[in-house]
C-alpha cells in the first residue's frame, strides 16, 4: 500500500484516507452551500402577499388568498377529474385529486384556507418540484412531471411540465 508522509510529524496516511477526507471535505462544502441558498419559506418570498406574480425562477405561483375552491369549481371550468387520492398520503388535506386541462396533468390539494395551504402544503409541493427527471411522484406511479406548483385560494396544484399549465386553469377560475 502508498503512503504519504505529512513532514510536520511524518506520520504515514494512507491514500484512502486522503480520499474519504476529501469527500468529506466536499459533503461539507455542498451543504454548506445548500444551506446558504435559503430554506423553502424564502424561495416563496414576495408571493405570500397573494400579488399574483410567479417567483423569479417561474415555479412557484402564490394568488387569491382570499378565495376558496372545490373540486367542483374546477370540474366546472373544464378540469377532468381521473383520480382520488386518500388524505392520508397528503397531511393537512381535505381533498386530493389527479386530473387534466387542456391535455396536461394537474394534481390539486385542498386545504381548509389559503394559511393552511401554505402553512402544510408549500413544504410538500416543494418536495415534489425539488426531484429531478426520472423520480417517481409517491401518489402516481409514473415519472414525475411536476416542477412548478400554484398556491391559489386554499389549494396547491402540482403543473405538469410549466407554471403556466396551471396559469391557464386559474385564469378561467372566477
Given at each position: ?28 462544502l455542498l451543504m454548506g452551500a445548500a444551506v446558504s441558498c435559503g430554506s ?87 418536495v415534489v418540484i425539488g426531484k429531478t427527471a426520472g423520480q417517481r411522484d ?13 398556491v391559489v385560494g386554499n389549494m396547491i396544484m402540482l403543473c405538469e411540465r ?13
Open positions: 500500500m502508498y503512503l504519504l508522509r505529512r513532514r510536520a510529524f511524518d506520520v504515514p496516511v494512507s491514500t484512502t484516507r486522503v480520499a474519504l477526507f476529501l469527500c468529506l471535505v466536499c459533503v461539507l423553502s419559506d424564502d424561495a416563496v418570498g414576495s408571493g405570500e402577499s397573494g400579488s399574483g406574480a410567479p417567483d423569479e425562477e417561474g415555479v412557484r405561483l402564490i394568488t387569491r388568498p382570499d378565495a376558496s375552491y372545490t373540486v367542483d369549481d374546477l370540474v366546472a371550468v373544464g378540469f377532468k377529474k381521473s383520480k382520488q387520492f386518500e388524505l392520508d398520503t397528503v397531511p393537512g388535506a381535505t381533498d386530493v385529486w389527479y386530473g387534466f386541462f387542456q391535455q396536461k396533468d394537474i394534481e390539486v390539494r385542498f386545504y381548509e384556507s389559503h394559511s393552511s395551504a401554505l402553512e402544510m402544503g408549500v413544504e410538500l409541493a416543494e409517491y401518489l402516481i406511479p409514473v415519472v414525475n412531471l411536476y416542477p412548478a406548483y400554484a410549466q407554471l403556466a399549465t396551471c396559469e391557464a386553469l386559474i385564469d378561467v377560475l372566477e
